[in-house]
């Protein structure tokens, strides 16, 4: 599966930015998917995650309550809403995807398969 990132930009303190992962293949529903962010100088971190089905979610403590992950399994997207955004939100996010998790959702890097080139969030104090 090939997945393409977009909707990144720079925005203030506060402000929202929705994050768009479409994917191409078939049976997208059978993936789990991520987003995961590339902070400047940090780790590479899972921000949300969302099963195949879209029955179950899971975020960072960090985001929890500002970013909600959603998926539509005939458009092939994965999306993530973030609200009330701070400067150390500030990265590069990516979306990723693991197969055969339809149930479930995972938050660890390498139970990731597939990955988008990544899209860069700035947000300004």
């Known amino acids: 599966v090939q997945l393409q990132a977009s909707g990144g930009g720079l925005v203030q303190t506060g402000g929202s930015l929705r994050l768009s992962c479409q994917a191409s293949?078939?049976?997208?529903?059978?993936?789990?998917m991520g987003w995961f962010r590339h902070p400047p100088g940090r780790e590479r971190e899972c921000v949300s995650a969302?099963?195949?089905?879209?029955?179950?979610?899971w975020y960072h403590y960090s985001v929890k309550g500002r970013f909600t992950i959603s998926r539509d399994n005939a458009k092939n997207t994965v999306y993530l809403q973030m609200n009330s955004l701070k400067p150390e939100d500030t990265a590069v996010y990516y979306c990723a995807a693991a197969p055969n998790s339809r149930a479930t959702y995972y938050f660890r890097e390498y139970e990731y398969s597939f990955w988008g080139q990544g899209t860069l969030v700035t947000v300004s104090s």
């Open positions: 293949g078939r049976s997208f529903s059978d993936y789990s």
């Open positions: 969302i099963s195949g089905s879209g029955s179950g979610t």
